[in-house]
């Protein structure tokens, strides 16, 4: 036993003495590698400290700046004022008899002629309400042979409608200022110019530029 753990001790002191350099470099190597942790562990504590402390690190600069300009854009057109849609209520309750058409011609027996029809018909019976299809101002009231009485409303957005063929006993006199819905007047007898059709309204709408258009387009969907 003893003699075996003398020659143990013997063998670890010559393995200690043969690689001396080695375990030295290893221990050096232990010594800096701890050395650079603390220094890190430091640096990184520091770090937090000046966040903490609310001081602004170069790094952080560019997001803190931008962030905030690329969140405000987008909120601000979004919340600019939206244009209010027009919606256009009827004009009048009845069977459509007559669509825009202003590409092909449409032949109208009372005229013994083709032509294109820009217009919206609604047939019903005699007296039956027509009624402004959006807020507006009475711009004029007129009869005529061929167009009957005709009442128009300007309209915002530069839109004008044009209600046709109304009994001379209309409700509403120039300037007045209508509401959507507003009964403006009444179906007559005589079709005039379009008298094939029986008693109906002749419903026009004009953009800004004074075309004709298709007042389809404005119904609610559930009109179309
Ligand atoms: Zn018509």
Redo the contacts with the bound molecule.
Sequence with gaps: MEKTKKHGNARFAAFIKKNLYLILMIVCVIAIATMVAVTYATRQHSTDAAVDAGLNLPSEEPTESLEPQANAEPSEQTSAAEPEEVIFSLPAEGEV??VFSNDTLVYNATLNQWST?E???VAAEVGTEVKAVYDGTVKSVTTSVLRGTEVVIEHKDGLTSVY??LDSDVAVKVDQKVKKGDVIGKIAESGT??KH?GP?L???LLNASGDKIDPVQYFESTNK
Excluded: C
Aim: hydrophobic share 35%; no cysteine; net charge negative.
């Design positions: 008899v007559g029809h217009a919206y018909d046709s063929l110019f379009e059709k109906h002749h419903f026009e």
